[in-house]
């Protein structure tokens, strides 16, 4: 039954070493620990012991729905297509953990009609804007000098600074604004009064890239670990 | 050649075959279920966006004028305090009314209803809420007439409304009056002070989609109410009030989450009947 004519006897041992290979990788790719192979870059700080699932959940349907789903769509057969392996990822999956009530700048906030000029420059509606993934690092805007996109006409009554909000935002000093105040508002931190007191741009920069916190470990709020965010829906 | 032609016709019908086997195999599980728009009896659009803005509006005006007046403006003068930084952990107070509006704004996000909320004005405690362009523009109409603007962000595709933010209490002018960083400290009542602005991505809705709408308004009111009340048992240097179904003008009382509701549908639920059972 399983005779092989020898004319086609290279065929058939190039076919099984193809589909022995491809079997190998698929293993290898779907294995736990071969994540870091898979993944397009090393996770963000404080990522780094989440699963992949956390944000990439499979899509709705299995590999042939989702083919004949977007098949059909590329006929025009119908009105949607579909995910194709996994959801795409929103900022929503980075709010099931790191939302909270007391976020000094919510992406929700930016939806305004008032802020679409903004947002044109920085689009703070999401997330990934300036936390984009797999950077191995903990803010990945290149820039720091963002506040100048709405907070241009602010006014401090009874300034309590040596060099004043006016002045600086006067000269375009937009740097230092992070050097006091962190976006999100998330650290309980004195604010010094003097600019030379403030937080080097150079440690700001560092701690972007995943360095030590210079606002003090005194967070008014933690994101979820991967076990609790598992309870956050369990629990809905 | 006949041979030939024999074994391309063989195999063009294997590779006919093989194709066909695969858009079975392919076709046989169904494609990913599709969210439909096809309406069921009882789903068909009866409101207009508009309609449903309007409602879900005055209840916010109701809520509001509620909470400032009953609870800020009577709970003051029971000695509870409100701030805006009603959150830190060393402030032992509760949301002023545009923060409570921001609350609810928030947990309406956090659902699936896609309604978006916001407060602004033109002289805004924090000038980051100062309105502008068309914003602005039709914020100068509704202070003239106080009536609802409404229209289409294009680049968003958000039909968009605005309704006018009254100094409807005392609390509201006093507060806005005195503030350390007022743009303006000649308020009085019957002011226009700003503006809600409103939006929702479709031009008209079902009934059961007006409803889901109102309904996750008042869950916002729920939440931010509850958020309140979680802030008050961690004080630990203020006095509590007493939480039950009295209300700050009989001593230092808060109503439940429940008595706060009840008398919000009690205060609008007429107007918003009358609206959901008109003929349509």
Redo the contacts between chains.
């Keep these: 039954m399983f005779k092989i004519s020898p004319l086609r006897k290279r065929q058939v041992i190039g076919g099984g070493i193809g589909l022995l290979i491809g079997v190998l990788i698929f293993v290898f790719l779907t294995l736990d620990a071969s994540k870091d192979y898979v993944s397009i870059g090393p996770m963000n700080s404080g990522h780094e012991e989440i699963s992949c699932v956390t944000c990439h959940a499979d ?4 590999l ?6 977007n ?2 769509y590329m006929v025009g057969a ?3 297509s ?1 995910d194709f392996g996994t959801k795409d990822v929103t900022s929503n999956n980075c ?1 099931e953990c790191h ?1 909270r ?2 976020d000094r700048h ?1 992406t ?2 930016f ?4 802020f ?2 903004a947002i044109k420059n920085i689009d703070a509606t999401s997330c990934i804007t300036c936390h984009s993934e797999h950077h191995g690092a903990r803010v990945t805007i290149s820039k720091v000098n963002y506040c100048y996109n ?2 241009q ?6 300034d309590p600074l040596d060099i004043s909000h006016k002045q600086l935002i006067a000269s375009e000093e937009w740097d230092t604004c992070i050097q006091c105040h962190d976006f999100h508002g998330n650290h ?1 931190y004195e604010v010094p009064h003097k600019l030379k007191d403030t937080i080097p741009l150079k440690t700001i920069k560092d701690y972007f890239k995943g360095g030590a916190d210079p606002f003090g470990s005194n967070k ?1 709020y933690y994101g979820l670990s991967e076990p609790e965010w598992v309870k956050s829906l369990l629990n809905k | 050649m006949k041979a030939e032609t024999t074994i391309l016709e063989k195999r063009l019908g294997l590779y006919i075959l093989a194709l066909m086997a695969s858009l079975v ?11 439909t ?1 096809t309406v069921s009896n009882g789903e068909e659009n009866v409101f207009s966006v508009e309609e449903v803005l309007e409602m879900v509006a005055k209840e916010n005006d109701i809520t509001r004028t509620l909470y400032t007046k009953a609870i800020v403006g009577q709970g003051k003068k029971q000695g509870m305090k409100f701030d805006e930084d009603w ?3 060393e402030v032992e107070a509760g949301p002023l009314p545009a923060l409570f509006l921001r ?1 609810v ?2 947990s309406i ?2 659902g699936p209803v896609p309604l ?1 909320l ?1 407060l ?1 004005s033109d002289f805004p405690i924090n ?2 809420n ?7 523009e039709l914020f100068e109409q509704i202070k003239i007439d106080q009536k609802p603007q409404f229209f289409y ?1 294009e ?2 595709k958000l039909h ?1 409304a605005m309704f006018a933010d009254m100094a409807s209490a005392k609390a509201c002018v006093t507060c806005h009056n005195d503030h ?2 007022t ?1 303006k400290s000649d308020w009085k009542l019957g002011d226009v002070m700003g503006a809600t ?1 409103w ?1 929702y991505p479709k031009d008209s809705l079902s009934y059961k989609a007006t409803v889901d709408v109102l309904n996750a308004y008042a869950k916002g009111t729920v939440d931010i109410y509850v ?1 309140y009340l979680d802030e008050i048992s961690k004080f630990k240097e203020s006095e509590k009030p007493m939480i039950g179904d009295k209300w700050p003008v009989e001593g230092n009382y808060l109503p439940t989450p429940e008595v706060f509701l009840d008398s919000v549908r009690k205060l609008s639920s007429y107007s918003t009947m009358k609206t959901l059972v008109a003929s349509k």
């Design positions: 899509a709705e349907g299995n042939s729905q989702q083919i004949q789903s098949l059909s119908r009105a949607h579909a709010l939302d009530p007391n919510p929700y906030s939806s305004e009609p008032r679409k000029d709405c907070h006409d602010l006014e401090v009554e009874e309980t008014k | 195999i392919l076709n046989s599980c169904g494609g990913v279920p599709e969210k728009t959150r830190k952990d609350g704004a928030t996000r956090k978006g916001y602004g000038n980051a100062k309105f502008e362009g068309k914003q602005a962000e680049e968003q968009t350390k960083q743009a602005t939006q958020a």
